[in-house]
């Protein structure tokens, strides 16, 4: 079942200025109290209190002049939307804000919540949804084109709703030294590799490379303790400088649809013990890619 999220008028406001963050989502908030399904014993203080104690802990900042603030709290029926466009940009962090969708959820259930971040999110990683929002000056209209745009489901949570872009293309041709520093420096347990149609070809995991150039027998050993002078990063430094990721490369990867449910994720990454799940379209192409970390905070974390 799919129904609109409910948003009025006076939760979209329109090229406002703010001082500061709490000064933002105090206003917010009182915006965002006019709505239906919320406990008349919960304080905007409170929940602006939340909101910026959740903030110190990690920035809500998307990146592109974006925030989503959010929060699950008890007394609240289901998600609840109020949409900002700044007059200036907004000091948040680091980074110039300029439209902030503010988003609170019932505490007991997560996945109503995530499901609406995950739609709004993907609607504002548009340039074009972006350029109307910030252009607009009709709450009325901006409202409704929004509750066609945003909709809550009582479907389980999908791929899309969880993943994150992937950070850029990486090509079977490119040297492997080059993907190593770059795995480092990221803290990725493992990379996505794609062709020039950025199709899905294959991925090289930590383990891929721990275990370039060990012996096939190692594998069978209970313990290594007999085996001093054995260097297992001799054959990468020797031929460092000629390796591509394709001498690395493994093409065993898991694949979902954007449509497959969280559980067949977390099926793929806790059973199967893949360190990454890719979300692909039909032709192969890269949309996304979940690990871990982003399940655990996607869904327990938020």
Known sequence: MVHRVALDPRRVLLQ???????????????ALFTAPGIAADLAVDEVVGLLMAREAERSFALGDGIALPHIRLKG???????????????AWGDEQVRLVALMIGPARRP????????RVA???ASPESRQHIEQARDASALADWLQESVRESDAPILAEDIMRPSLGRIGPDQPLAGLVQRMAELNLDAAGITDEERRLVGQVSA????????PDFFRQLKSVSFIAEFDPFEKYFDREHSLTVRDV???????????????EVVFLL?????PKVYV????????????????????FNL
């Open 111 to 118: 996945g109503a919540l995530l499901q609406v971040m995950g």
């Open 76 to 90: 609240v029926e289901g998600p609840r939307l109020c949409l900002a466009t700044l007059q200036t940009p907004l």
């Open 16 to 30: 406002i200025s703010a001082t500061d963050r709490e000064a933002l989502l105090t206003q917010m908030t009182q």
């Open 122 to 124: 993907r609607l504002l």
């Open 280 to 299: 692909v379209d039909q032709e192969r192409r890269l949309m996304g890619v979940i690990d871990r970390i982003r399940v655990l905070d996607r869904i």
């Open 270 to 274: 806790s059973v199967k013990r893949y």
């Open 249 to 263: 490369m493994s093409t065993d990867v898991a694949t979902v649809g954007p449509e497959a449910t969280a559980l």
């Open 207 to 214: 383990d891929d490379l721990f275990t370039h150039g060990v």
